[in-house]
């Protein structure tokens, strides 16, 4: 019978699927002739991959028996670009942006954050984007919810599926003139961001506001940001914008930790036939160019697009949906690599001249 020491060493040099190397020292083992007893300590929550974990660990060790597993983890924080100072209750701040609107960055942010929080992890979100808030509507809060305010002036945020939520539209009305300019944009984001009482977040994740404009800049060079996430369509205008995305990053040092690419594919719902209308190269090339990887493909779905309007994301409504699966393997891809930004790499462009 295998030792705990071979154990251990065979352990530590399974591949973890979502950051791509071995896991190493990371695995204690106890156990006894009958039952083995594993736990690991990861940088980043990974609940839900228990189930597939322990089959692989099973199916692999020489000879069989029955595997006990806990997966822990410690999530650190992380640097920030040009050493701002963190904000005190969150350890890592992700920026999620696209260079363009509509292609489906709320919706991939409302189900990252709660596919996270699913995988064990304290989550926040704040909703940045401005000119269309829809978190509080995707993430179920009701008309006229209102944080709670503290000494007049800190803002308890308000709770939804266990995450955090802070969005301008829980400080605005309907009928309040939206005549954003600039600075007033960023000036507000920033009060909201710094007066709430984030309550020991591992992960707050940004709706940015769509586009790579002043805005944009302001907040990627304000906001103590860890990593960022690309949210793109596989057309070809979406994925130039979102280069341009990319680039803003990499010119304020913040790191990609990847790309999204949302509704990659249509499914007839009908007889399930799957189709590439915009090709299914887009994104691919993208992460090619700039290093960074896809961390997930999300099909065009209508249970993505009525759960989320409907105030329960697909993460929570059919979490053992395809779809639910595809969020929840992004989360922990993200958090892996979030983990291991300690040898920093910026996304920078392999081929090809920069437009601007
Ligand atoms: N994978 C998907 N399948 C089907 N519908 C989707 C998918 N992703 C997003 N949608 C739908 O597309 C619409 C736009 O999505 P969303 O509001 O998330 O985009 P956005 O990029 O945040 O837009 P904006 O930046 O303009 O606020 C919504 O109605 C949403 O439900």
């Not at 992380?78 to 292609?103: F, H, M």
């Not at 829809?134 to 002036?153: C, I, L």
């Not at 909201?192 to 002043?214: A, C, E, H, K």
């Not at 993460?315 to 892996?336: H, N, T």
Request: proline share 5%; glycine share 10%.
């Amino acid at each position: 019978m295998q030792t705990d020491a071979q154990i251990q060493a065979h352990l530590e040099n399974l591949i973890d699927p979502n950051s791509g190397q071995a896991y190493g020292a990371v695995w204690q083992v106890t156990g006894d002739s009958n039952r083995l007893h594993l736990s690991l300590t990861l940088g980043y929550p990974a609940q839900t991959e228990q189930d597939a974990l322990i089959a692989r660990i099973k199916e692999s060790l020489a000879e069989p028996r029955d595997v006990l597993l806990d997966i822990e983890h410690q999530v650190e924080s992380q640097a920030t670009q040009g050493d701002i100072p963190g904000l005190t209750g969150v350890k890592n701040i992700i920026a999620v942006a696209s260079g363009k609107g509509g292609v489906g960055k709320s919706t991939t942010t409302v189900n990252l954050a709660l596919a996270m929080a699913k995988e064990g992890a304290r989550v926040g979100i704040l909703d940045a984007d401005i000119y269309g808030p829809s978190q509080g509507m995707m993430m179920g809060f009701a008309e006229g919810t209102r944080p709670q305010v503290r000494d007049e002036k800190i803002f308890i945020p308000p709770m939804s599926h266990g995450v955090q939520v802070m969005s301008m539209a829980f400080l605005t009305t309907k009928d309040t003139p939206v005549a954003w300019r600039g600075p007033m944009v960023t000036g507000a984001m920033m009060q909201i961001l710094t007066q709430t009482d984030w309550n020991d977040l591992d992960y707050l994740f940004i709706d940015m506001p769509p586009g790579t404009g002043d805005i944009q800049l302001t907040l990627a060079q304000k906001v103590p940001v860890a990593g960022s996430v690309i949210v793109t369509t596989p057309q070809d205008i979406a994925l130039l914008d979102a280069r341009r995305g990319i680039e803003m990053f990499n010119k304020v040092k913040i790191p990609v930790l990847g790309v999204v690419e949302n509704m990659s594919t249509h499914i007839c719902s009908n007889c399930g036939h799957q189709e590439a209308i915009f090709g299914d190269e887009g994104g691919d090339s993208l992460a090619a160019e700039y290093k960074v990887d896809v961390l997930g493909k999300l099909p065009l779905s209508l249970a993505i697009r009525q759960h989320s309007d409907a105030g329960n994301p697909v993460v929570v409504s059919e979490s053992e949906s395809e779809a639910a699966g595809i969020y929840q393997s992004i989360a922990r891809k993200l958090g892996a690599t979030l983990a291991s930004q300690q040898d920093n790499q910026f996304a920078m462009p392999t081929i090809g001249m920069s437009d601007d």
